[in-house]
């Protein structure tokens, strides 16, 4: 064995059939570069990660383990999400890899960031973030979009590091940490800067999707970004929340008819006090509920410890055993 260190790159994929034969080729030409000028060591690997796709992704995945030695995957018993899948495919690799980059299978984001990741981790940086320096893919919609979100974030105080999506290096003892933040509702970007260790960032240009759809609709980036902010399944609570600021809305408008019922002289003494404190208070009530509730529910979510993945079949530790046999 070298003492080269090991690199695993870590890729999330649902349904990516059409994709899948350029990323392999790019993916690992990227790698065997790495191997050939002595950055990395002959053992690291490609780790795909199925994530329940009801495509030939994993068929694809099978074929090409067997016809390159540095491709491996991961497949999960369903769909388990884009964050949940950069979970269990980090969680294998890290096992054995002194780093896991983990990049998209639509190959957006540019492979040739790879090894100047590999240079800053061999610097010593342990975590590396892939920062786009160009939002020109992006519909106005989602820059605009994901620029409030970020602006809200840090309004929360949540740090998270502008343009880095998930992207990025970390040394095995960064995905130790990470692996050891054990919430369900997962928003690793918002944990990485957590994990603290020296960090360095890279740039590069991000790229339109190389084939296939984006399988994140609009639904599912509202979902994403909710999580960020709070938890999810709690949808009676939003609507107590929104009942609360109806109620609100009316008492304004109460306070306002009874004013004007009030000069004119038509009222009861003590009806407008008494019509508005109910109103309000009722109001102001619901939403205090509510903001609890969001609380409430993210506990239930969390406490019900709920597996984040569940794999189905590892090549990458098979193919690992075996190497390390021979
Ligand atoms: N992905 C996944 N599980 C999902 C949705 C997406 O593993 O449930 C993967 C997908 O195959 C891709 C990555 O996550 O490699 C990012 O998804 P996509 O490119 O569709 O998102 P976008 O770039 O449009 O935000
Ligand atoms: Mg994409």
């Not at 950055?39 to 199925?50: C, L, R």
């Not at 990049?103 to 960031?113: F, G, H, R, S």
């Not at 509202?222 to 929104?242: E, H, N, Q, R, Y």
Request: charged content about 25%; aromatic content about 10%; glycine content about 8%.
């Amino acid at each position: 064995m070298s003492d080269l260190f090991k690199l695993s790159i870590v890729v999330p994929c649902y349904n990516e059939e059409e994709v899948l034969h350029e990323t392999t080729k790019q993916l690992t030409g990227i790698v065997d570069e790495l191997i050939k000028t002595k950055k990395i060591s002959e053992t690291s690997k490609i780790v795909y990660v199925d994530d329940g796709s009801k495509d030939k992704t994993w068929q694809l995945i099978t074929e090409f383990s067997q016809s390159y030695t540095v491709v491996s995957g991961v497949k999960l018993s369903r769909n388990f999400g884009h964050q949940g899948a950069l979970l269990a495919g980090v969680t294998s690799a890290s096992k054995d890899s002194d780093a896991v980059i983990t990049i998209d299978a639509d190959l957006q984001d540019d492979v040739n960031a790879i090894p100047k990741m590999v240079d800053e981790y061999l610097k010593g940086a342990e975590v590396v973030y892939g920062v786009r320096n160009n939002r020109d893919t992006d519909t106005a919609f989602k820059r605009g979009t994901a620029e409030l979100f970020y602006k809200f974030m840090g309004f929360l105080g949540v740090k998270l590091v502008p343009d880095s999506a998930d992207y990025r290096l970390l040394s095995q003892r960064a995905c130790e940490v990470l692996l050891s933040y054990r919430e369900r509702n997962l928003f690793l970007r918002g944990i990485v800067p957590l994990v603290g260790f020296k960090s360095a960032k890279v740039y590069y240009a991000r790229k339109e999707r190389f084939a296939g759809e984006s399988k994140y609709p609009l639904r599912k980036m509202v979902k994403f970004a909710m999580d960020g902010i709070t938890s999810f399944s709690i949808v009676p609570i939003k609507l107590i929340m929104g009942l609360g600021f109806f109620i609100v809305l009316i008492s304004i408008l109460l306070l306002i008819y009874s004013f004007v019922q009030k000069i004119n002289g038509n009222v009861v003494d003590g009806w407008s006090s008494l019509m508005i404190s109910i109103w309000a208070l009722g109001g102001v009530q619901l939403i205090s509920i509510s903001v609890i509730g969001e609380y409430v529910g993210k506990i239930f979510s969390e406490v019900k410890q709920r597996p984040r993945f569940t794999i189905e079949k590892d090549i990458y530790t098979e193919k690992t055993q075996e190497e390390n046999k021979r």
